[in-house]
C-alpha cells in the first residue's frame, strides 16, 4: 500500500482545517486556540517538547539502519548528532539551558528514553511501512483533517498498526480517552483516505516506566470520532463569528506561555486579527510537538 494524500480535482471548497493537536487545544481551551491558530503568538522553546522532537527524530532514523544494526548504542549515537542538527536550524534552543550541566542533564534524560524504547519492542524484527508520514483527507462538508503520523506498520496480511510515541508518562485510565483521540483521528483519516479500519493503535509512552497503550478501533469508533471532529469545527466556526473564545482554567493552565494575555489571570488579550483559514500543521511541526508530546 502507499499511503499518500494527494486531492482530487472533485473535493468540495476547504472551509477549515483540523490537524489532532489543535482540535486538542480547542478541547483543552478555546483561547489557547485562538492565541495559537488565530493570533499566531510565538511561543518559547520548550525543553521537554525540543527533546520530544529530538526522540522522535532519532528514532525515525534507527529505521534507516539495517535491522541487525538497530540496537541500544546505535540509538544513543544518533542522539548528538541530531541534537547538533536541531540547533543548527534554530539556536535557540541552546538558550533554553542556564549551563552545560544543565544541558548535560536534558541529554541525558533523553538518552533514558531511548533506552527505554528498546523495553517495550524490539527495532530488529520490525520493518516499518512509513514514518513521520503526512496524511490529509477533505470530509464531505470541505473540512480538511491533516496531520503527521510517526509510524505506519504494516502486516503481509494487509492491516495496519499506527504508532506514535510519547516522550511524556502514561495517561491514568481518566485520561486514556483524551489520549486515545489523537490516534482515532488518524485512523479516521485513513480510513477516509483507503476504506479500512487500522487494525491497531498503539501508543508507545517512553517517559515515566515506559509504558504501551493499544486500542482497536471499529467503524463505530471512527463515526463518532468523525462527529466529535465536526462538533469541534462548528464551535470554532462560531467563535470566529462571534469573536468570542473562552478561557478553560485547568491545571495546564501552569504550562501555559499565555497566562499573562489571559482574563483568568488578570490579562488582556490583543486584538483579534483578521480571520484566518484554520489551522497551519505544515508549517507548525514542531508546534505540534509542543502541544502533544508531555503538555
Given amino acids: 500500500m502507499t499511503y499518500s494524500a494527494d486531492m482530487s480535482l472533485t473535493e468540495p471548497t476547504i472551509i477549515g482545517a483540523l490537524s489532532p493537536s489543535r482540535a486538542g487545544d480547542f478541547m483543552t481551551c478555546p483561547l489557547l486556540y485562538r492565541f495559537r491558530v488565530i493570533d499566531r503568538l510565538p511561543e518559547p522553546p520548550s525543553p521537554a517538547a525540543v527533546r520530544g522532537t529530538m526522540v522522535h527524530s532519532v528514532l525515525e532514523r534507527l529505521y534507516d539502519l539495517p535491522a541487525p544494526a538497530r540496537t541500544v548504542a546505535a540509538a544513543l549515537d544518533l542522539v548528538e548528532p541530531q541534537w547538533e542538527r536541531l540547533l543548527a536550524e534554530e539556536p535557540a534552543y541552546g538558550e533554553m539551558f542556564a549551563g552545560e550541566r544543565e544541558q548535560a542533564e536534558w541529554l541525558a534524560q533523553a538518552r533514558a528514553m531511548l533506552e527505554r524504547y528498546f523495553t517495550l519492542e524490539d527495532p530488529r524484527v520490525l520493518e516499518p511501512a512509513e514514518r513521520e508520514l503526512y496524511v490529509e483527507v477533505v470530509l464531505d462538508d470541505g473540512l480538511m483533517l491533516r496531520g503527521y503520523i510517526d509510524r505506519l506498520d504494516v502486516a503481509p496480511t494487509g492491516e495496519v498498526r499506527v504508532v506514535d510515541y510519547k516522550t511524556g508518562s502514561a495517561p491514568g485510565p481518566s485520561f486514556e480517552a483524551k489520549a486515545l483521540f489523537q490516534m482515532k483521528f488518524y485512523a479516521l483519516v485513513l480510513w477516509r483516505l483507503h476504506g479500512s479500519v487500522p487494525r491497531l493503535l498503539q501508543l508507545m509512552y517512553l517517559g515515566g516506566a515506559g509504558e504501551v497503550l493499544r486500542y482497536a478501533p471499529d467503524e463505530a469508533d471512527l463515526r463518532a470520532t468523525e462527529r466529535k471532529v465536526r462538533a469541534l469545527w462548528k464551535a470554532i466556526e462560531r467563535a470566529l463569528d462571534t469573536g468570542e473564545w473562552v478561557a478553560r482554567p485547568s491545571r495546564l493552565c501552569d504550562w501555559c506561555n499565555y497566562k499573562d494575555l489571559c482574563p483568568e489571570f488578570g490579562g488582556t ?26 503538555i
Wanted: charged letters at 30%; a positive charge.
Fill in 269 to 294: 488579550p490583543p486584538p483579534l486579527p483578521a480571520r484566518q483559514p484554520g489551522d497551519t500543521v505544515r508549517s507548525t511541526r514542531r508546534a505540534t510537538r509542543a502541544a502533544t508530546d508531555e
